[in-house]
């Protein structure tokens, strides 16, 4: 009786443990400026990636050691990549890749700026009235890259072309070094 009253314990334990270990994710808009990004022209269009600026919060619930693998952002919440709708960028001085390697120890929370980027046609004539009192910011791999926080129009305009239905969702990928296995959480873009 004494070594099943001990193994139901163990087990209760175990169950704990494992229903309390996870990753959580909270996301929110910052008020870094918006951006646009020039990729190439053609006669009466311009091929451009929106970008949108957040902030992303991950708190690791684990015990032990955990390691970001990738970020991707998808249409699904099976963190599958759409890229002819979505880019991530970090957010420093310039635009980057999102960090790759970062290890979170036991319970540690770290945040990260992005903007997520939404590729798209635009006539010339729409974009001539978003880079009205832009800020040329950089060019990253030959693409010219803006600050459209004094735009008239910008905020309309994301609210009109980045509708729900394209919004989708950003995923983490984690790996687990006490069992050696991969994580993913996933958070809908807002």
């Known amino acids: 009786m004494k070594n099943i009253f001990l193994i139901l314990s163990v087990l209760?334990?175990?169950?704990?443990?494992?229903?309390?270990?996870?990753?959580?994710?909270?996301?929110?808009?910052?008020?870094?400026?918006?951006?646009i990004m020039e990729s190439f022209i053609m006669n009466d269009?311009?091929?451009?990636?929106?970008?949108?600026?957040?902030?992303?919060?991950?708190?690791?619930?684990?015990?032990?050691d955990i390691k970001l693998s990738e970020i991707s952002i998808g249409p699904d919440n099976d963190g599958a990549s759409d890229l002819g709708k979505y880019l991530i960028f970090t957010d420093k001085e310039k635009l980057a890749p999102y960090p790759r390697g970062v290890k979170f120890s036991d319970f540690e929370i770290k945040t990260f700026?992005?903007?997520?980027?939404?590729?798209?046609?635009?006539?010339?004539?729409?974009?001539?009235?978003?880079?009205?009192?832009?800020?040329?910011?950089?060019?990253?791999?030959?693409?010219?890259?803006?600050?459209?926080?004094?735009?008239?129009?910008a905020a309309r305009f994301f609210e009109q072309k980045i509708t729900d239905d394209i919004r989708g969702?950003?995923?983490f990928s984690f790996y687990n070094y006490e069992n050696?296995?991969?994580?993913?959480?996933t958070i809908a873009v807002e």
């Open 12 to 35: 209760t334990l175990l169950c704990c443990k494992a229903q309390t270990e996870n990753v959580e994710l909270s996301f929110e808009k910052t008020d870094a400026p918006l951006k």
């Open 45 to 64: 269009s311009i091929y451009v990636t929106l970008l949108k600026p957040y902030r992303v919060k991950v708190k690791s619930n684990y015990s032990n």
């Open 113 to 153: 700026d992005i903007y997520i980027g939404y590729k798209m046609f635009i006539t010339n004539l729409e974009k001539n009235d978003l880079l009205k009192n832009s800020v040329f910011l950089e060019e990253n791999r030959e693409r010219k890259v803006y600050d459209l926080s004094k735009s008239e129009i």
């Open 169 to 171: 969702y950003l995923s």
């Open 180 to 185: 050696e296995l991969g994580l993913r959480e």
